[in-house]
């Protein structure tokens, strides 16, 4: 007998909803979303959150099988996204609050980010390089690459920008033998917070110990063009007291490059460029208000 089966007899449903990879069961005892074990201990990862007096994540009903979970099943009330992204980073900045803690790390571990970006930027300033002189050597453009050549030196501007803070911000740090470390979900997305009577972050099999600037960086490259994430970061930054290094390191991610992708198909060869370049000018409007007209400037 498998797990479902013996959930099942134990449980006894009177309706099982499919959730993707979970399941959700109605039963006399109340609903349950059984989901399939990970490699995380997510009993022992909850029990640590409550240790430092975290809540927001449902209960854990039932984890003595070997390849389910079952979870308390929370209910979701649907409101306007924008203040649902709100009310989650108040939960994603006392996650990180909570659980954070300064870590020793090995003499060449800011080396090792400041080359890892610096070699990102290389590659995406000769990326675009090449598609510019592929496109100039056109005698028509397609409207996507029109689109294209017509924002390079925005573009362009933007990795010079990435270049010197992230030059500003290894001289600052490059010295540190410590680095602020906490919980971090890992798996951020609108859809993974639940508001309804307890607010809750679900799917947590991702969770790690690392920078919380990450959590931040992750969503906005899932959710940028979803919501309005000035609104967002002002609300985290004022709970989650980044340093300053932390901050400028963050800034940075937010402003990397992005690839550019052309189809063979015109028309989502222009969606895609499209939505690229409005990751481009909404990152620049975001960052901005955290600059001196010098910096925006150069």
Known sequence: MNSLELINKLYKPYRITKLGSSTLIDSMEGKFV??????????????????????????LVDDSRSDVNIYEYVEDVHYPVDQKSIDMIKVVAALHAKTSY????????????????KENLEYYKGNYDNIVSRIEGKIFMSPSEYLFI???SKLKNQIGFCETKLDDWYDKVKDKR???????????????????????LISWDKSTIDSPILDIYNLYQREAL?????????????????DESEEELLFILLCMPREMKFDEKEFQSCHEIGKSLDYVFKTEWLVRPYYSVDDEEQ
């Open 150 to 152: 017509r924002n390079s």
């Open 226 to 242: 979803n919501i309005e994430f000035g609104s967002v970061l002002r609300e985290y930054l004022r709970h989650a007291n980044l």
């Open 34 to 59: 059984v989901k399939p074990k990970g490699q995380k201990d997510v009993k022992e990862l909850f029990d640590y959150l409550k240790h430092r007096d975290f809540i927001y994540f449902p209960n």
């Open 102 to 117: 300064n870590k020793e790390v090995r003499e060449d571990k800011y080396k090792e980010i400041y080359d890892n970006l």
């Open 178 to 200: 410590e680095t602020r470390v906490s919980v971090i979900h890992n798996n951020l997305r609108l859809e993974h917070f639940l508001k309804g009577s307890k607010d809750a």
